[in-house]
């Protein structure tokens, strides 16, 4: 009976803890990161406006190969989304929404359902650094749910989420690169340069 009144106690004890754990433990995490993009605007803009194309820059899908995802909506308009899920055996699942989009900025939202509820809600700053080349300022803030909490108290949000938006950056500077050497090379080969006779 000793026993059994000292194990309930533990219990009782742990479980205060871990309650006291998630009442001062963050609510919320906050990342950003920027990177100059060796291509103009322009062709920035192609690939971060239109969510059909991140999965060529993002570093989940190598992350989930077996995710699935769902495009719906108009590239380069609000409301277009993505839906996806972590595969068959995951009973994760989430949303991907494009909310505001002009040529300086896009906001997007990211809601997580199922086994772990979570949003994030993030912004990239477009901005002209010169006519070759663009830079991008992400920033983004998740949601922690409540019975995760405690787990962030000594845990760095650089930890967590940042190298991800630092691996997204460097591919799409790759990706801008590739799209703007093509429509180098399409422009040149309509309008290729006049050769002087002698």
Known sequence: M?????????????????LILSLIGPSSIKVSSSKIIN?????V????????RWSDWSPYPLKNPLSKSQFSGAPFHS??????????????QGIL???????????YSVDIQKTAKC???????????????????????????????????FK???ASMNPDLEI??????????????????RQFSLNPPTQIEK
């Open 156 to 158: 760095s949000n650089e």
């Open 168 to 185: 997204s950056l460097t591919h799409l500077d790759s990706i801008c690169q590739i799209r703007y050497s093509a429509e180098l090379a």
């Open 119 to 153: 949003k994030t809600s993030g912004q990239i700053d477009i901005l002209i650094n010169d006519f070759k080349t663009t830079k991008l300022n992400w920033s983004a803030e998740s949601s922690i749910p409540f019975w995760k909490r405690p787990g962030f108290i």
């Open 45 to 52: 803009i192609r690939e971060i406006a239109d969510l059909s």
């Open 39 to 43: 291509a103009p605007q322009n062709i």
């Open 79 to 92: 409301g277009q989304s993505i839906l996806w899920t972590d595969g068959p055996a995951s009973m994760k």
């Open 97 to 107: 929404k494009l909310d505001k989009f002009d040529m300086n900025r896009i906001e």
């Open 2 to 18: 000793k026993i059994f009144r000292i194990s309930l106690f533990t219990i009782a004890l742990l479980l205060l803890l871990y």
